[in-house]
């Protein structure tokens, strides 16, 4: 069955399920009557369960068929996420639906709360560190907004595989690069690296077409050892000084922030540091060496 039979199937399911939930409504409302509310979802809890009765339902149809429009694993997701966050899903659908930057704002959402989840516990300070980063990007109002959806995708199983693949297929090369370094920030955080974290954004890396050199360039910017300023150039130790020299040449020209500058201003702001550190990972390299 492909993507185009199953979204028809599931739109057509949207539609049949709206007509009868009609069909079912008290024929009191609108006249004084009232009516018992809907049993709350299994498991109990809030969040987007108490959105949901207290909108007869609708909202989280709403939120799937949005989910629908931005399409694949992440739709599925957001469009969760948005059937809670009722007011605010026409200005997030304008602002980000179908545009470079919409589509990295919406990956990098997803794929936080994938390592945020990964250690089974969510800390204030990864917390921060998000509202920090799509505040500074965004903007306040916008920022807030994406952490609200982030705190409603948090509550989701998170499929990795499939999610990462789906950026896979859409995400320029350069983009890719900057939601590695990103996530890595998250994970460092709390000023720790678990496990469970770095292996996480290693399946992601995998999974969205990054190499492992990549892989290790990026996370030696953050995880730091003996020979991080090496790895971060993609090279070892035995490299001649015109191979190091080569290698940042090179790696500048895979990094520079302009290389992003189609996601906005914002984004390439961001990107800038993960510069500046492979320009300190050249000097320390030259330091070390004794040459300029």
Do not use: C
Request: net charge neutral; glycine share 12%.
């Amino acid at each position: 069955m492909d993507m185009v039979t199953i979204i028809i199937l599931v739109v057509a399911g949207i539609f049949i399920f709206s007509i009868l939930s009609m069909r079912k409504k008290p024929t009191g409302e609108g006249t004084g009557n009232t009516s018992s509310p809907p049993p709350p979802p299994p498991g109990g809890g809030t969040g987007t369960g108490s959105f949901f009765r207290g909108r007869g339902g609708y909202g989280k149809w709403i939120g799937g068929g949005l989910g629908w429009a931005f399409g694949g694993p992440i739709g599925a997701i957001l469009g969760f996420a948005l059937g809670s966050m009722f007011e605010g899903v026409n200005t997030i659908k304008q602002n980000y639906q179908g545009t470079p930057r919409g589509d990295f704002a919406m990956s990098l959402l997803v794929l936080s709360a994938a390592v945020m989840r990964a250690d089974q516990k969510v800390v204030k300070s990864e917390l921060d560190f998000v509202r920090s980063f799509f505040i500074r990007q965004f903007g306040d109002d916008e920022g807030n907004r994406l952490v609200l959806m982030l705190r409603e995708i948090l509550k989701q199983e998170i499929n990795v595989q499939e999610v990462s693949l789906q950026v896979r297929h859409y995400m320029d090369a350069p983009a890719k690069l900057q939601i590695l370094h990103y996530l890595f920030g998250i994970a460092s955080s709390d000023g720790l690296y678990h496990p469970d974290e770095v292996d996480v954004i290693e399946q992601i890396s995998g999974f969205i077409g990054i190499s492992h050199a990549d892989f290790l360039s990026i996370k030696a910017m953050f995880v730091k050892d003996t020979n991080w300023a090496y790895d971060v150039l993609e090279v070892t130790r035995e490299a001649s000084n015109e191979e190091i020299k080569k290698a940042y040449r090179e790696m500048a020209k895979k990094h520079h922030p302009d290389k992003v500058s189609h996601l906005g201003e914002d984004i390439k702001r961001a990107a800038t540091e993960k510069f500046q550190k492979i320009n300190a990972a050249y000097d320390e390299i030259k330091r070390q060496r004794g040459i300029s």
